[in-house]
């Protein structure tokens, strides 16, 4: 009973509106945002040129890459304004990175270490703004971590719905996604705890920078096709001893002498295989024989 009234009020916590909402987001340095929104800019530009779409293509998911996330976030949460009408620098910066690195893309290539890098941070970053401003609406912790993975990584799902493709997130590698939800958890346990939000928001980009960096340094991938049933340990059919002769005597003699001549059958089978493979390869040597003495001749 103890355990239980233990467990009731966090279980409450959890599927309950927050009580205790704050008043304003965290606030978040906007040249912050702006390499996030530059960084994933880069990266919907790329994917564009890689698939050979043009200018308009490259923008367009650049903008989805970037922007896409929030969007996704400000429509499910149906409260409070859009960031992308709310922000007038946003979708230029978005729509200008998309334009010079299609143009030149050739200087933004041979950056791709330190792309990879701000990638990762920006997914931190869009992890604890999304779950942050759930939070300033009332939504209770679990709501918070959803909205901050999909501010995180739902740009690049709709880039690769828009390229008729199964999203990278949905697929096994290294981790992206777990490593946005891993710091969307850190950022909510910390605010849960009292600490400030913006302590929480750098321990979440360090999380989340973390996680990817352990994944890629020890090749950890996320699971997929697991069978939990394989791991565990078959009970064998008894091939000896008192059980195996009980069953064996439990058998009606028509099924013993049916068993005895299949397999009769099949050791008369193998044989035959046998003689068959000696009889080709005695004639592939004498082939090689007769075409070694014509060379000679």
């Known amino acids: 009973m103890d355990v239980i ?3 009731e009020p966090l279980l409450a916590r959890l599927v309950s509106p927050a009580s205790g909402a704050v008043e304003a987001p965290v606030a978040i340095p906007f ?4 390499i996030a929104i530059v960084v994933a800019s880069i990266s919907g530009a790329l994917t564009a040129r890689e698939h050979k779409l043009d200018l308009v293509g490259a923008v ?3 903008v989805l890459c970037s922007l896409g996330g929030g969007l996704l976030r400000d429509v499910t949460l149906q409260v409070g304004s859009v960031y992308l009408l709310e922000q007038p620098l ?3 910066a978005a729509i200008v990175t998309a334009a010079v690195v299609y143009i030149i893309p050739s200087f933004i290539e041979q950056q791709d270490r330190l792309i990879a890098v701000l990638d990762i941070f920006a997914v931190g970053l869009y992890s604890a703004t999304g779950a942050d401003k759930a939070l300033v609406y009332g939504f209770n912790p679990m ?3 959803l909205m901050g993975f ?3 990584v739902g740009g690049g799902m709709l880039r690769d719905v828009f390229l008729g493709k199964v999203p990278g997130i949905f697929q096994r590698s290294n981790f992206y996604a777990l490593a946005a939800i891993a710091g ?17 928001v750098v321990a979440c980009v360090a999380v989340t920078m973390g996680t990817r960096w352990l994944s890629l340094h020890f090749n950890i991938m996320s699971p997929t096709d697991e069978d939990i049933a394989r791991m565990m340990p078959r009970r064998k059919r008894p091939t000896e001893g008192p059980s195996a002769r009980r069953e064996i005597a439990g058998r009606s003699p028509d099924a013993l002498a049916e068993r005895r001549e299949r397999t009769l059958a099949s050791i008369e089978e193998r044989r035959e295989q046998e003689r068959r493979s000696e009889a080709l390869s005695r004639i592939k040597r004498i082939r090689r024989k ?5 060379l000679d001749v």
């Open 143 to 145: 709501i918070c971590v």
């Open 150 to 152: 999909f501010t995180a």
């Open 60 to 62: 367009a998911l650049a």
């Open 290 to 294: 007769r075409d070694q003495r014509r």
């Open 90 to 92: 946003a979708l230029p």
């Open 5 to 7: 009234a233990i467990a």
């Open 184 to 200: 969307g958890c850190a950022y909510m346990a910390l605010v849960e705890l009292g600490v400030s939000h913006v302590a929480a």
């Open 31 to 34: 040249w912050l945002e702006l």
